[in-house]
């Protein structure tokens, strides 16, 4: 069994980036889909990000593309979320998730079996 562990949130102005990394243990981490999904204060948990085992097929939320980019390294079993251009409104939890590999790009929570225990991302303005 597979298990996440995310690093790197913390506090950014406006317009600052981030990298969000997430480790996984275990051998079987390159036959996961992973995600990364967030959680803002009084809201439901958020799709942001998805890529492909093979690192293929990366997948934005309207509201990211263009400032978020999703990847990953199979060698050292970490999948990675570079935030830049933050913005208030991305202040969240933000949760790593992994799905056992499919053909279909994932994009709600109910698909993903694993999951990390969350880190904070604060944006002040």
């Known amino acids: 069994q597979v298990q996440l562990v995310e690093s790197g949130g913390g506090l950014v102005q406006a317009g600052g980036s981030l990298r969000l990394s997430c480790a996984a243990s275990?051998?079987?981490?390159?036959?996961?889909?992973m995600a990364w999904f967030r959680q803002a204060p009084g809201k439901e948990r958020e799709f942001v990000a998805t890529?492909?085992?093979?690192?293929?097929?990366?997948y934005y939320a309207e509201s990211v593309k263009g400032r978020f980019t999703i990847s990953r390294d199979n060698a050292k079993n970490t999948v990675y979320l570079q935030m830049s251009s933050l913005q208030p409104e991305d202040t969240a939890v933000y949760y790593c998730?992994?799905?056992?590999?499919?053909?279909?790009?994932?994009?709600?929570?109910?698909?993903?079996?694993?999951w990390g225990q969350g880190t904070q991302v604060t944006v002040s303005s």
């Open positions: 998730a992994g799905s056992w590999a499919s053909s279909r790009i994932m994009t709600t929570q109910n698909e993903y079996q694993i």
């Open positions: 890529i492909k085992w093979s690192g293929g097929r990366p």
């Open positions: 275990g051998r079987t981490f390159s036959s996961y889909d």
